[in-house]
């Protein structure tokens, strides 16, 4: 017979955000469990190009306040991270040239010099670019780091541990998992592209596919992340640049396909002549977590004691930190630092 493990919180989902989520409330005294169907960071979180992209023109405005809230987090987030695991997770860029109108007008426009110093290598004919201050990390780092992160502060990770099934107990939630039963103050969806589904359902969050596919440069000859409408590079300083992304609804399939890959090669080598392709082609494919209007789910469930904090489509590891905060604070009835009135599951209820 399964035991069962008494907790605080219990959070389903060890991406990104069920693993930040998770360490805030652990620095905040409560215990923590985060139970992970396959392993932790190995989802959308470990796909991701890792860009801090607050000023993407293509983010709806609403997301403004917290993607500026959560870049201000940002360096104590990796700072506390950095410490508790021991491992180090820098911001490996901090420039974008953007193409196009940058979400809010923080953009400088570019002069040849500035693109000679800051990326030689690439090709910017046919672009026009600003230049932007906005980071970008490694998730390769964050799936190393976060995780250790969390076991260090006392927190508890179970991998290989779906969940099968909530239902609402005395005062709390009873969890079943393939491994053990918890039972849980309270219990948060944090499953990413799956966290419209059963059992912790009833959001509409569909998956997004994204292709993504590394080439390679000398390091100094691209500094900065590269951001066109078709296709973005991020340089991660030891020879490698990530080349993203594709937008794809397909369902939940993550297989790579030969054609997607090639367009996104094409595209990046008109940007960077100079980059080569490795042999074996090194690419994959993630699933974002996408809501109807391009926004978090971040709230109340309807089922009592349950919360949601899913939904973030493209920018999850730049929402990361302010999504950790903001849902702590709501959940132990704080006012949260930005208003979540436009990332209220609620409004989704006649859906
Ligand atoms: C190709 C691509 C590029 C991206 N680039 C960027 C970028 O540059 N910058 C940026 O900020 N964001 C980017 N994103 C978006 C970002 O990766 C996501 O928004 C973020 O990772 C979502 O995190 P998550 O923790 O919600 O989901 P995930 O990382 O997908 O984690 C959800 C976890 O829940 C688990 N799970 C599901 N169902 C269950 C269950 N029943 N029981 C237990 N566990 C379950 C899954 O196995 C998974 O590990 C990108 C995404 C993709 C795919």
Known sequence: MNRTDVVDVAIAGAGIIGLSLAL??????????VMERGQAMSSASWAAGGMLAVNDPQNPAELMPLCVRSWELYPSYLEIIESLSSLPVPIRTRRTLQEGE??????????ATEIAQLAPGLNPAGHSFVWLEEGSVDPNDLRAALPAALLAAGGTLLESAE???IESADGGVRVQTERENILAGTFVNCCGAWAGGEPCGGVPVEP?????????????RLRCVVRTPGVYLVPRGDGRVTVGATLEHVGFDEGVR???VSGLLEAALRLLPEATIPSPIDAWTGLRPGTPDGLPILGPAQRANCWHATGHYRDGILLAPVTARVMAQAMLGETPEVSLAAFSPSRFRSW
């Open 163 to 165: 969940v099968l099934g």
């Open 24 to 33: 805030e409330l652990r620095q905040r005294g409560l215990s923590v469990t």
């Open 102 to 111: 940058p979400a809010s007008k923080s953009g400088q426009d570019t002069t």
């Open 208 to 220: 997004i596919k994204g292709h993504m596919v590394n080439v390679r440069c000398a390091p100094d």
């Open 258 to 260: 030969e054609a997607q």
